[in-house]
């Protein structure tokens, strides 16, 4: 399946959800977008990387960033690989130079890491689609 690349366009107080976000994703050179309702804490996450906040504390995806580079494992891409009723499914490409590796994650979690370690996010034409 052909993978479409995604970029981050928006993230706004969610009109729909009390204490939810919307994240925007937008296709790269297209004009299609993915909207995502994320939580508080992940919206905040997003947020403090994307505008290159410090924060006084490593936060988790911070946290877990460093425990991945301790290791030298590096995130290589983010894909959105699937939607069932309504629910995004992500997967983190892993890899330490030797072995590459897929990780289940949340949708929100996986775009925090994913501006962390500077790797492109990708989807499908089935998701984009719908």
């Known amino acids: 399946m052909k993978k479409i690349k995604l970029d981050i366009v928006g993230l706004s107080y969610s009109q729909t959800q009390s204490g939810a976000y919307a994240l925007v994703l937008g296709e790269i050179n297209g ?25 006084s504390r490593p936060l988790t995806h911070d946290l877990f960033k460093s425990l991945a580079g301790s290791y030298s494992i590096n ?38 890491l994913a501006v962390r370690f500077d790797c492109p996010i990708y989807t499908y034409e089935f998701i984009l689609a719908t």
């Open 31 to 55: 004009r299609r977008r993915l909207p995502i309702i994320i939580g508080a804490f992940e919206a905040q996450a997003i947020a403090i990387e994307i505008e290159k906040m410090t924060p």
């Open 75 to 112: 995130i290589q891409e983010i894909i959105i690989y699937n939607l069932i009723d309504g629910i995004f499914f992500a997967k983190l490409i892993c890899s330490d130079g030797k072995k590459t590796s897929e990780i289940d994650a949340r949708t929100s979690d996986a775009i925090a």
